[in-house]
């Protein structure tokens, strides 16, 4: 796979204005993966998704469905008509609903299927949030890898974790599940309100197989440089 792919730029910009003058700096260059939630997509809509994918983008969806089965269900069907690569489900809905999931995905696919992402617990979330908060006990690595296995056994593509927990999901489901990792900070930078972060070698040298990666990009002054950067030192941490 081209390395580029590997680094997904979360588009988490308002309007369309905004996500435009983003993509603006890459012009002439290898379209980047990126990320559209729903704080763009609830303004842009289907329309605004389909066109990029139309120019040429691989899109993730991260709409991160969470609900009964059927409504899932339905929910991916819809989906599906947008042709886009990669859609979120939280893998705390279920079995069920991600198995419906799955099943909608393959029924409905336009082409290429759309790939399924189970969130497992948010990259936001530490030791403390988990049991005192939430309410979930032991370790935030058991619980993660309990959702990992979950989420494959009932058909997703892959999970959404921490650097920090890619190399462990693959140990309990398998190589070829896809390990997509956000809360990512090259060294030095503001983690935010990330609480389980990694630098991009780290997640890299973990296992990951996608960085989702967005202020660190879209906040820099020149945001080619610093995701030039960044695929610069995941290439050196592959050797
Ligand atoms: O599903 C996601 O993409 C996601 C899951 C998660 O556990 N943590 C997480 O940060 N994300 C998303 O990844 C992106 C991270 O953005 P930055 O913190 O700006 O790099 C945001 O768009 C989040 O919505």
Not at 6 to 16: E, G, H, K, S, V
């Amino acid at each position: 796979m081209d390395i580029r792919k590997r680094i997904i730029i979360a588009l988490d910009y308002p309007n369309a204005r905004e996500a435009e003058a983003l993509l603006s700096h890459w012009e002439g260059k290898e379209k980047p993966f990126i990320k559209v939630g729903y704080q763009l997509f609830y303004r842009v809509g289907p329309e605004w998704v389909i066109k990029r994918k139309e120019e040429g983008y691989s899109i993730f969806l991260d709409l991160k469905l969470h609900d009964i089965p059927n409504t899932v269900a339905k929910g991916v069907e819809s989906i599906s008509q947008l042709g886009v690569d990669f859609l979120t489900v939280h893998a705390s809905g279920g079995r069920k609903m991600m198995e419906a999931a799955r099943e909608a995905a393959e029924k409905s696919a336009r082409g290429q299927r759309v790939q399924l992402l189970a969130v497992t617990q948010l990259t936001s979330t530490d030791q403390p949030m988990l049991n005192e908060e939430i309410g979930i006990p032991g370790s935030i690595t058991d619980c993660v890898t309990r959702y990992a296995r979950l989420a494959y056994q009932a058909g997703a593509d892959g999970v959404i974790c921490s650097g920090q927990e890619a190399g462990l999901i693959k140990q309990v489901t398998a190589s070829d599940f896809l390990a997509v990792t956000p809360g990512v900070r090259p060294l030095g930078d503001d983690v935010q309100d990330q609480k389980r972060v990694v630098t991009p070698t780290q997640a890299i040298k973990n296992g990951a197989d996608y960085l989702v990666i967005g202020r660190p990009i879209t906040q820099a002054p020149s945001p080619v440089k610093a995701y030039e950067a960044i695929l610069a030192e995941i290439k050196q941490a592959w050797r």
